[in-house]
């Protein structure tokens, strides 16, 4: 239930983007979110779950029960081009293929782990003091020196 695209022309940070949108989704979910994703590396993602759910077919799981259980997008080989500059110099431009894996699991093993509460934010509420006079407030008269 695993699948990888490799060398995918764009770079992996663009990629990434569409990966995290899908990142725990049910697999139905995250195919109606690929259809009109209006990214260029959609459609690309949305052929390599397809494959990972074919592949899935063939163990006898079917696409209702499954989730995208990980997803992650690495920096695969690049490409190193060269263009001209002003005064006669030349500069390098590296072009990042991405390399996306891509697991899914049931859905059954998802409801197992079981949801935790959301840790509640640690929120200070004390007031900050003044650091160059030394205390919170003071009055116009102490802070203008006497002539």
């Known amino acids: 239930m695993k699948a990888t695209l490799t060398n995918y ?23 109606a979110a690929l259809l009109y994703l209006p990214k260029k590396s959609s459609p690309a993602i949305g052929k390599l779950l397809d494959s990972a759910i074919a592949n899935a077919n063939r163990v006898g799981a079917t696409a209702e029960d499954l989730f995208v259980k990980t997803i992650t997008v690495n920096k695969g080989a690049i490409m190193r081009r060269a263009r001209p500059f002003a005064r006669g ?53 102490e802070l203008v020196p006497s002539t």
């Open 89 to 141: 110099r030349s500069g390098s431009i590296r072009k990042t293929m991405s390399i996306v894996f891509l697991e899914l699991g049931p859905i059954s093993a998802k409801a197992s782990k079981g949801k935790h509460a959301p840790k509640a934010a640690n929120v200070k509420t004390s007031k900050k003091s003044n650091r160059k006079t030394g205390s919170s407030k003071k009055s116009k008269k």
């Open 9 to 31: 022309h764009q770079s992996p940070r663009k990629v990434g983007l569409v990966a995290s949108l899908i990142r725990g989704k049910s697999v139905v979910a995250a195919r």
